[in-house]
């Protein structure tokens, strides 16, 4: 009798235990799960776009910045996205090489990269890119260039204002390459020669 009392009492403690094993694990879990979801909440509160990729490129977290950037169809996520819209700019995707390039070594770099948004306007951002902390992969952030960006559409909103001053001057106005082909006109010359600008321009005729 003292000998099963002993093996049940034995195997009460090891349930026991084990009870107390799988409480704290899910303690730890949920303790794990609630510091992820913090974690995320505080990257959805940054301005700046903030993406996880693995070693090759693929989406392991994004923050809404970034997600309301590629909220488009047809668009992954990874980095395939950040090179895809990269705009035909000189050099600019060189640094993104550079960069992309930087972080698989385990360096931290950054440095200017000009994107095309889902409006298919151009915009300026300070890319920066890390080694990831506690994973392979890489950490990503793109802050967008506030000033640069303001002077761009400062310049395009004048020379638009230019182009619609021309347009509408009364004097003819054109422009041509070294073989005589129309690059620009005004309605005025593009009127007096009988088309329109853009079949002008669109057109086979020469100066």
């Known amino acids: ?5 002993l093996i049940i009492g034995a195997v009460s403690l090891g349930a026991l235990a084990f009870a107390l094993i799988v409480v704290w694990l899910t303690l730890r879990g949920n303790r794990v799960a609630e ?24 989406l392991l977290f994004a923050n809404r910045v970034w997600r309301d950037y590629v909220a488009r169809p047809g668009k992954e996520g990874g980095l395939a996205v950040l090179e895809d819209n990269l705009a035909p700019e000189a050099d600019n995707l060189q640094t993104f090489v550079r960069l992309n390039a930087a972080a698989t070594a385990g360096d931290t770099e950054s440095s200017d990269i000009a994107l095309i948004g889902p409006d298919g306007h151009k915009s300026w951002y300070r890319a920066s890119v890390q080694p990831a902390a506690d994973s392979k992969g890489k950490l990503w952030t793109l802050t967008a260039d506030e000033a640069r960006n303001a002077l761009d559409a400062a310049i395009a909103t004048e020379q638009a204002r230019m182009v619609q001053f021309l347009d509408d001057c009364p004097i003819g106005y054109f422009s041509v390459d070294e073989e005589g082909r129309f690059l620009s006109a005004n309605t005025a010359f593009a009127h007096w020669v009988g088309i329109t600008a853009e079949e002008l321009i669109d ?3 020469r100066l």
């Open 35 to 58: 510091a992820a979801a913090m974690r995320a909440m505080a990257l959805d509160s940054l301005p700046q776009a903030v993406l996880l990729t693995d070693d090759a490129g693929a």
């Open 203 to 205: 057109g086979d005729r």
């Open 1 to 5: 009798m003292e000998d099963s009392a």
